[in-house]
């Protein structure tokens, strides 16, 4: 179910990341040193509250004369599953699940929910693949080259940023490993 909603919080603080962002787009438009910090790609969770996000970004870019690109909306960018857990507040959880909340809060990537499911591992193979499928779009390859057209890629001339849009748990998934960090570091950042 694809429930959530910004709140008017939620979309006072994404007009204010766009304002930021269109300053900064604004500022390399000005150089020719940072022409790397160009957004030229754009992706975005398909969850509702997501794209609300991008779209108040967006409009807050747009408005500064600063438009950022239409999002390659993309299902896996979608928010870490938590099976009997969604939509109830953490303190629910925390009551209702102690054992499993207190396994998530100590060791996240050991949770299993449902017998066998494990959310934050199934969230850190989605973050592996979004990483692939995402640099690859950003050097024109398909995933899953072969080592030889990955190597030729590392030629590319590759000017401009790429503004992923999406939720916490993948996000946090993505930018760890980005960081060449552990998924024993998930849920500790």
Request: proline share 4%; with cysteine.
């Amino acid at each position: 179910r694809d429930e959530s909603v910004l709140t008017y919080d939620g979309i006072a603080q994404a007009s204010k990341l766009g304002v930021k962002l269109a300053r900064l787009q604004s500022e390399v438009n000005l150089t020719t040193t940072c022409a790397a910090r160009t957004i030229i790609r754009c992706w975005c969770s398909p969850l509702h509250r997501c794209r609300q996000t991008f779209a108040a970004v967006s409009g807050c870019c747009a408005a500064y004369q600063c438009p950022l690109p239409q999002p390659k909306v993309h299902w896996d960018l979608r928010e870490i599953h938590f099976c009997q857990w969604q939509g109830k507040l953490r303190r629910q959880v925390a009551l209702e699940d102690e054992h499993n909340w207190n396994v998530f809060k100590s060791a996240p990537h050991k949770l299993t929910l449902k017998g066998e499911f494990a959310p934050v591992v199934e969230c850190w193979e989605r973050g592996l693949k979004n990483w692939e499928i995402i640099r690859a779009d950003a050097t024109n390859l398909e995933p899953k080259n072969s080592p030889e057209s990955v190597e030729a890629s590392l030629d590319t001339n590759f000017d401009g940023a790429v503004f992923i849009m999406c939720h916490g748990g993948i996000g946090q998934a993505m930018l760890l490993q980005a960081l060449g960090l552990d998924i024993e570091m998930y849920g500790k950042s």
